[in-house]
């Protein structure tokens, strides 16, 4: 993360006001009663798991949460391929020839298949791959500058190397990065994000595959199985023959992904532990990777500490010496500014409430003051005190309240 990243007290305080209508919300308390008349138009609260009251408009309720109906353009079309393909089901078995969407139950369909296979073959056996050549233009001068600037006569099938010399490049000129597998992951996530159908109830598509497959072995079932989706009535029912489909997702860009759809779903995640041992040497993988992590930083500290040893064996006759020798040795691992003890110990009476008892009169305000102001320095110490953003080593008065101020003793 940048170093430019800062949290202040108004972020803070405004992530708290969101928490704080969240709590009342799931207490009982309406949105459009927490945020008054404009709470459509105003973009505050969190975000329920199942994605409901994300639009307050009246009858909204529910838009874009999951586990509704798949909102429909226009009015479904189920399409009869008619093309005769078959599936035998085994030795002795029924032999299966409905190509037809538009009636429950399990569909043969090679289609599926072959596309795919058209897409991702660049081989001179694949029609596509050849006329994809024939149209690009940097194939074309490739095949030029090695010819003599002849270009392929008619009817030339070009050679799998000439194929592999179409560039892959992005549909505007080349300004994008080029396609990639990141690209297919990506693409897999996101969608993941917008919707999950249910499946089962509904037969199941049969994808044969064709002898010249790469996936097809002589003798083997040589077949594709794909559920169909639930099919659910225009209210949202599960029936037979019904039209509809239910998401089981938000289809907001929400990272439902990480954080999931479901109250439920979320228990799961909250209380998974990493079990994977995959070097097989008794320790998980998780605890190995943090205990090496913390060697790195006792590493680190023993290393800081190292550069101190020079200092002497008189180091009991200097307690603020050793002071400071163990401030650093914390901050190695906790990575926070060094303080002085008196500053610790005044944040520490002011966690616990100590700071009436001590009877210094300053009261519950003027003890919380004095923590997180200006705790005042003996002046016999304030020369072990230089912080390391340079502090001066002698202050007095409003200079040293300015300097407290800005070398705040809380600050990561």
Not at 81 to 88: Q, S
Not at 210 to 215: N, R, T
Not at 307 to 331: E, I, K
Not at 374 to 394: I, Y
């Amino acid at each position: 993360m940048s170093g430019d990243f800062t949290v202040d007290l108004g972020d803070l305080n405004f992530i708290l006001a969101q928490i704080r209508i969240s709590e009342r919300n799931a207490a009982g308390e309406s949105l459009a009663d927490i945020l008054g008349p404009q709470a459509q138009l105003i973009p505050y609260g969190l975000r329920t798991v199942d994605g409901s009251y994300n639009n307050l408009l009246p009858g909204n309720a529910v838009l874009g949460a999951a586990d509704q109906l798949l909102p429909r353009l226009t009015t479904p079309v189920f399409r009869n391929l008619n093309d005769g393909a078959t599936f035998g089901t085994g030795p002795g078995g029924p032999v299966l020839t409905n190509t037809d969407y538009g009636t429950p139950g399990s569909v043969v369909d090679a289609d599926p298949r072959l596309i795919s296979n058209l897409i991702a073959d660049m081989t001179n056996t694949n029609p596509a791959a050849i006329a994809a050549w024939y149209v690009n233009a940097h194939a074309q001068a490739a095949y030029a500058d090695a010819h003599g600037g002849d270009a392929p006569p008619d009817g030339y099938i070009p050679t799998n190397e000439e194929l592999a010399s179409i560039p892959n490049l992005s549909p505007d000129i080349g300004l994008s990065p080029s396609f990639n597998a990141w690209m297919t992951f990506f693409g897999q996530f996101f969608d993941h994000g917008l919707d999950l159908i249910t499946k089962g109830g509904n037969g199941t598509v049969l994808i044969p595959l064709q002898p010249d497959d790469p996936l097809y072995v002589p003798g083997g079932p040589n077949f594709m199985p794909l559920t169909r989706s639930t099919q659910y009535d225009a209210n949202g029912n599960p029936v037979v023959g019904g039209t509809e489909t239910v998401n089981t997702t938000t289809p907001f860009i929400d990272q439902n992904q990480t954080y999931t759809s479901h109250a439920s779903h979320q228990v799961f995640l909250r209380e998974y532990k990493f079990s994977v041992d995959s070097d097989g040497d008794g320790v998980k993988d998780l605890a190995c990777d943090l205990d090496r992590a913390a060697a790195g930083r006792r590493d680190r500290r023993d290393g800081e500490l190292g550069r101190d040893q020079g200092a002497g064996a008189d180091d009991a006759r200097h307690p603020a010496r050793r002071l400071r020798r163990a401030q650093r040795a914390a901050a190695a691992d906790r990575r926070v500014r060094p303080v002085h003890p008196r500053r610790e110990r005044l944040c520490a009476d002011h966690a616990e409430g100590r700071h009436a008892a001590r009877g210094d009169g300053r009261g519950r305000r003027g003890a919380r003051q004095r923590v997180l102001h200006r705790p005042r320095v003996p002046q016999r110490h304030r020369a072990s005190c230089r912080t390391r953003a340079g502090r001066p080593r002698s202050q007095s008065g409003d200079a040293r309240g300015a300097a407290d101020r800005r070398y705040g003793h809380a600050r990561l």
